[in-house]
Structure formats: C-alpha cells, structure tokens
C-alpha cells in the first residue's frame, strides 16, 4: 500500500511544491478526458435505461455504478486512466430483463433482483477466471 500512496503523490498535484514539478500537469487533460468519456454515456444511457425500466433504474444510479466500478477498476485493476461505464448492450439487458420481471409479476421488486442477477454474474466471471476457464474460451471464439 505504500508504493499505491508514493504514486499518488508523484501523479496527483497535491500541493504547491508537487505543482512545481515538470510532469505533474500531464495527468491533467486525460483525467478531464477520461471524466468526460465516463460521464456523457452514463448521462446518456442513463436516461435510456430509466425510460425503459419506468424509472426504477434512473440515471443517477447509472453514474453512481460508472463512478464506483471505475474506482474499483483504477484501485483493484491497476489502470487509473480506464474508460468505464453502460453501453448499449447494458441498455438492453436491462430492457429485457424489466419486460420478463413485467411478465412474471414482479416488476415492483425489480431493482433488488437484477442486483442480484448482476452479483451471480460477476461471481461466475470470478470463478471461471480463476478456474482456467479463459485459454478454453478460444475453443468457442476460434474462427
């Protein structure tokens, strides 16, 4: 943890002194870059989503999953600078996903099951990437 504290303080301008130091506005631009390629599909996807799920899954939640897997992503997957966030598939899953829970009567409990749906998923991901399973996957992508 002291080297992830070391740099933070060699990248960040954290007072007047770093400020000083030739290369500390070079993480400026992409930072503000990196902010703005998050933000605008968040924004936009957001309010996609929202329609399609009649506001059970609005766009502020959409920017608060873009901000904390984009943190758990900079802190966990060593990459600070990644463009994270919903794209159109996302839309759509979560589109499909409201249509079955309005077919099968649950609609009003909606949130709290693909909450769970997206936990099972991700452990499944965790499971197979720790049992071997991507030199398997391409047996299945090999064109």
Request: hydrophobic share 55%.
């Amino acid at each position: 943890m002291q080297a992830v504290g070391a740099a933070l303080a060699r990248r960040w301008c954290c007072n007047t002194a770093a400020a000083a130091q030739p290369g500390c506005p070079r993480i400026i631009a992409p930072s503000v870059y990196i902010y703005l390629a998050s933000i605008i599909p968040a924004l936009a996807f957001g309010e996609q989503i929202s329609s399609a799920t009649q506001g059970q899954f609005t766009g502020v939640q959409v920017l608060v999953a873009t901000a904390l897997s984009g943190i758990a992503q900079s802190v966990f997957g060593g990459q600070p600078l990644l463009i994270v966030g919903v794209a159109e598939p996302t839309v759509i899953l979560y589109s499909m996903m409201f249509r079955f829970a309005e077919d099968q009567g649950f609609a009003a409990r909606f949130l709290p099951w693909a909450t769970w749906v997206a936990l099972w998923s991700g452990l499944f991901l965790c499971v197979m990437a720790w049992g071997g399973a991507p030199p398997t996957a391409t047996l299945s992508a090999a064109v």
